[in-house]
């Protein structure tokens, strides 16, 4: 069997750089999506897998009687957390020092990745065990390890996926829900290296294969890397929460444990735990609490890994905490919950955005994080990868505003067109509509030649297909048939004597 | 090391963060707590009980209840099951935090088990952890609306690895250390020591959404509460 190949890895390598952008694909979002969408059998897993966490998360959060209030105090401790960040990060510093932790800072992908290689350098180790962190698939650290002969283990069962696939991640909870079960099966067999023979694509079969495949790794390994779900400022405290139990092998059995988190992470105080243990889970998995939560401030003697660095990222969030609106997106807690009932990521996948963060929280963080210079920026379609539905609004549990935020960064990904010379098609078609629509005599000759499109559309009442300029509209979507009679003509022949 | 050049770091990110905030704003910001920090019932309460158990079940734990010391020791040695002897001819062995109840480790020793101690100051190997059949600790606390049992590394709970490297934890839990909110449960916990926080055995939905339970944490989790009478 050969159909197992899956999405094939189409972003074309930027010649600058070894790896692909963790960040910024080769391709706008629309060119993008024509692929994955033709991909029949990526659509299936995505509207199955997306219908079931949907519902799942549907049921444990209308349980909760209080779900709104937890969302307004969710989201004014992340608006606080934004205006107090330089304080916050110095308490948080001074706590994991207190406790025998190190912390690091690093402005950039590149600063972090260096960071975290001096790190394991110093151990004398040439592998690493992973704990899923976005953190650390933004700035493209396994591939940063690779480049220095470090072998880095993802335990995480759907990055593990990722991984043994040469893949990429497509979803920030579940990095491999564009796979199903059968093509888990054929990854397994054929990169896993002892994966039992006779195995299934049972889910249970294949959980059980990573199980073995891991445990001598968790056992014998002296380097952790992790991100961090909260970093609590007031007592110094790190947060990991997870389901498996290989994030607490992860933060656990190792001699060293490295940390790599974004700036935005914290929490100011220990009791705002008792919100988002009660947000995240709900909004995540859709489960009422994650199997498994591991909190750690600095060292313990005796228990867990003796030595502890933090690594504080920028890496473009600075850059979002500028604007005013667009900073909203920093409150995000990477929950998912907006991937799974939106309807443009449910078709198109997380692959076609380009970046490590999909989905309506992707195409609001992302741009922000990189900025965008222009029109051939494949960041700068980001912004309209999306209905302006809304429901990712509805179930954010910080309550991020992403539909004003999409259209308060296409404003300015139209405000940075200005300057351009010549014309895209959308400003000459605005242009074009201004001169009609201004002068009454223009307007009616137009009016008149919609009947056209009624010919065009014929019986299914819909045009599809237009030659160019408008097949640059109904490439996209369907016009529907123009009316037989327009408003013009219809008053004049019902009220006409009033006018 | 990185010391002078993430220092430079340090203050580069922090102007940046500073910078950032003279253009975005730095109004302060009021913090609505309109959530409920208690539940219905107090804390070991028998509807707080109940709340728990079913949670619990929901997540495919398995619960005992026993009302008094007596009933505890049967459903030790009823979770621990009948001890087979292994294949060296060595009693199978069960590790205990080094805090846990005299009574319960002479419970499990009287079962037929070698019982192996562990401390921060003498803990058992780990490739020694990968073998035991069982690992039994009391908790810190538990949450009802969550079925949710917290280890904070009490000498009744033990180093971390305890926990995670056994495939089978037995946790005995007070009925009044049942709690029925996240909040409730929050304010008895400090940061002072590493937390687990344990819902059900080990999973993951990464294939497809389907849960799969037992994954690379204990893949048997057995709660008993004491002074909960059966129901």
Known sequence: MTTFLGVPLRRKPDPELRHPNPLRGSESFPQAARHELGNTQLRANLAHATSVIRAK?????????DWEALRDAGSAIKADVMVRLPELLEQLEEKVTARGGVVHWARDADEANRIVIELIRATGQTEVIKVKSMATQEIGLNEALEDVGIAAFETDLAELIVQLGHDRPSHILVPAIHRNRAEIREIFLREMGDAPPGLTDEPRALAMAARAHLRRKFLQSKVAISGANFAIADTGTLAVVESEGNGRMCLTLPETLITVMGIEKLLPTWQDLEVFMQLLPRSSTGERMNPYTSMWTGVTPGDGPQEFHLVLLDNGRTRALADTVGRAALHCIRCSACLNVCPVYERTGGHAYGSVYPGPIGAVLTPQLTGTTGHGDPNASLPYASTLCGACYEVCPVKIDIPSLLVMLRARMVDEDRGRKVPDGWSAAMKAASWVMSDAGRFAAAEKLTGVGRLVAGKKGRISSLPFPASKWTAARDLPSPPAETFRTWWARERGDQS | MTASRSSGAREHVLARIRGALSQSGTDLVEIPREYRTVGPWKPGAPATIELLVDRLVDYKAIVHRAADVAELTTAITQSLGAPTTLTTGAAPAVVVPVGLDAGWVDTIRAAGFEV???????????????????????????????GTIVLDGADDQGRRAITLVPDHHICVVRADQVVGTVPEGVALLTADCPQTWISGPSATSDIELSRVEGVHGPRTLEVILVGAAAG
Do not use: Q
């Open chain 2, 116 to 146: 192996l101690t562990d401390s921060r100051t003498d803990p058992v190997p780990l490739d020694r952890l990968d073998t035991v059949v069982a690992v039994v600790t009391a908790a810190r606390v538990a949450i009802a609306d969550t």
């Open chain 1, 57 to 65: 998360r549907a049921a444990v959060v209308n349980e909760v009687p």
